[in-house]
Every structure is written in C-alpha cells, then in structure tokens.
C-alpha cells in the first residue's frame, strides 16, 4: 500500500518535471524567435539606412533616387502590419539599382554597394535563423501534449513575415 503511494507520487513528481521541462523548453524557443527577430530587424534598420545613404549619392538619376529614398523611409517607418509589403518594395528597388549596369560603375560609392551586400548576406542567414525558431515553436506547439497542458502560457503564436520569402 504504501509502495503503491510512494510510487504514485514519485511519478506524478516525474511527469511534473517533465512538463516543467517542456514549458522551458518552448520559452527558451520564443526567447530565440524574439532575439532573432531583434537581430532581424536591427539588419533590415541598417539595410534602409544604407538605400538612404546610395539614394544621396551623386551618381543616381533624381527618379531612381526619389523610388529609392521613398522605399528605404516606408521600410524605416512601417509599423508591423505593413512592415511585409514595405520590405518587399525596397528589395524590388535595389534589386532594379544593382541590375541597372549604367549607374553601378559610374557614381555609387563601392564601398556602400559592398556594405549593402554584407547586410543582404547577413539578413538572408538572419530570415534563416527566425524561421528556423519559428518552425520549431510552432512544431512543438502543435502536438497534444503542449495543447493539452497550455504549456505555451499566454504567449502568441509565433508568426513569418511574407517579406522573409521574397527580400532576397
């Protein structure tokens, strides 16, 4: 009688624990998807400040310049919900000023076209990383055990940016 209720207790102590275990579990993950997306968003900062500064510089046509400046402010500016559609423009306009072959080699500074492919690059392992998290938060909130349990607490699914498809 008494092993019966020492072993009950030992296992409802286990599976304590091990739901303690699961629930840090997916808290170290939201803690990764918010760092990440910290680190995302500080290189998508540093990518429009980078547009604004190859929109000033001499050697762009004043219409290129003006497309180029207003994408890299709407980035700069855009709150979350419109954050998607403000990132995917300014992509499309540097992508058409580096496939622009007249205006690469005669006024933009390289060393701000080289700043910008280091930011790209950055950003392209950056969008890797969150989605990464993203997955696995939502993978291990999917199964029953985390539902069941509410093991995720109060915090809100984690989510892609449609822009995280289409930046680079």
Do not use: C
């Not at 296992?11 to 997916?26: I, K, N, P, T």
């Not at 696995?136 to 607490?153: D, E, Q, T, V």
């Amino acid at each position: 009688m008494i092993r019966s209720i020492i072993a009950a207790i030992f296992l409802l102590v286990l599976a304590g624990w091990y739901l303690s275990f699961l629930a840090s579990r997916l808290d170290s993950l939201h803690h990764r998807i918010e760092t990440s997306w910290a680190h995302l968003d500080a290189l998508l900062q540093r990518r429009a400040a980078i547009s604004l500064e190859i929109a000033g510089s001499k050697g762009i046509d004043p219409a290129t310049s003006l497309v180029l400046t207003a994408a890299a402010y709407q980035a700069r500016e855009a709150n979350i919900v419109d954050r998607s559609d403000a990132e995917i423009i300014l992509s499309q306009s540097l992508k058409l000023l580096q496939e622009d072959e007249l205006l690469l080699p005669s006024g933009i500074a390289g060393e701000l076209l080289a700043a910008l492919a280091l930011v790209t690059e950055k950003i392209s392992v950056g969008i890797t990383i969150h989605t990464e998290a993203v997955r696995s938060a939502r993978n291990l909130r999917s199964r029953a055990l985390f539902r069941f349990f509410r093991l995720a607490g109060h915090a809100p699914l984690p989510m892609r940016y449609s822009f995280e498809d289409h930046i680079l």
